[in-house]
């Protein structure tokens, strides 16, 4: 198994987002197969970079590929982004957790593998990613990306907890995992 690299996030977001799906993700000694994502771009309304408007809460969007985009949502939860070509990003909405469970458990209170990582914020806080890894490069520790050895099925459909696009079909999930957020109701592609 390879280390991704960065030419693999200087594509679009959504080829980037089903690129993922079978991949491993760690930070630190803690981490797992990434399971579901969504894409976003500057032409997208649920986008924090909708119409290349850049605020200091999305400046790594316009920074370079391959960086992490963390930000905090409804006063709760971080998210884990990965930064793509042209202020695009790839939200990690869940992992199958496979190591540093034990850690991962006392993180979130919650020993149920299947619901450790299932959610953009569960998964930051199983992982214990927050803001200050906002920007860090997803080729150095504490980040690692290994490449999946095989290609997955993949199922699509709307993303999750929007209001604005929500009918656009850019979330990705291996199809019929146990460790989705909410599972697709589409066929794989």
Same mark, same amino acid.
């Given at each position: 198994?390879k280390? $991704?690299?960065?030419?693999?996030?200087?594509?679009d977001?959504?080829?980037? =987002?089903?690129?993922?799906?079978?991949?491993?993700?760690?930070?630190?000694? /803690?981490?797992? $197969? $990434?399971?579901?994502?969504? =894409? *976003?771009?500057?032409?997208?309304?649920?986008? #924090?970079?909708?119409?290349?408007?850049?605020?200091?809460?999305?400046?790594?969007?316009?920074?370079?590929?391959? #960086?992490?985009?963390? *930000?905090?949502?409804?006063?709760? #939860?971080?998210? %884990?982004?990965?930064?793509?070509?042209?202020?695009?990003?790839?939200?990690?909405?869940?992992?199958?957790?496979? #190591?540093? !469970?034990?850690?991962?458990?006392?993180?979130?209170g919650?020993?149920?593998?299947?619901? !450790?990582? /299932? +959610?953009?914020?569960? %998964?930051?806080?199983?992982?214990? $990613?927050?803001?200050?890894?906002?920007? %860090?490069? %997803?080729?150095?520790?504490?980040?690692?990306?290994?490449?999946?050895?095989?290609?997955?099925?993949?199922?699509?459909?709307?993303?999750?907890?929007?209001t604005?696009?929500?009918?656009?079909?850019?979330?990705y +999930? !291996?199809?019929n995992?146990?460790?989705l957020?909410?599972?697709?109701?589409? !066929?794989?592609?």
């Amino acid at each position: 198994m390879k280390p $991704i690299g960065p030419r693999f996030f200087a594509r679009d977001a959504d080829a980037v =987002a089903r690129a993922l799906i079978g991949t491993t993700l760690m930070f630190g000694k /803690s981490g797992g $197969i $990434i399971v579901e994502t969504e =894409a *976003y771009d500057t032409t997208d309304p649920a986008s #924090h970079s909708y119409g290349e408007r850049q605020t200091r809460r999305n400046a790594v969007m316009f920074g370079a590929p391959g #960086h992490a985009y963390v *930000y905090f949502i409804y006063g709760v #939860h971080w998210c %884990l982004n990965f930064v793509c070509k042209d202020a695009s990003a790839v939200l990690i909405r869940a992992l199958e957790p496979t #190591h540093g !469970l034990a850690a991962m458990a006392r993180r979130r209170g919650n020993d149920d593998p299947r619901k !450790l990582c /299932s +959610g953009p914020g569960k %998964l930051c806080e199983a992982l214990g $990613i927050t803001g200050v890894h906002n920007g %860090l490069s %997803l080729f150095a520790p504490p980040l690692a990306l290994i490449n999946r050895s095989r290609r997955p099925a993949i199922a699509t459909g709307v993303r999750i907890g929007l209001t604005k696009a929500a009918d656009l079909p850019r979330r990705y +999930g !291996l199809a019929n995992s146990p460790h989705l957020s909410r599972g697709f109701p589409e !066929l794989p592609i």
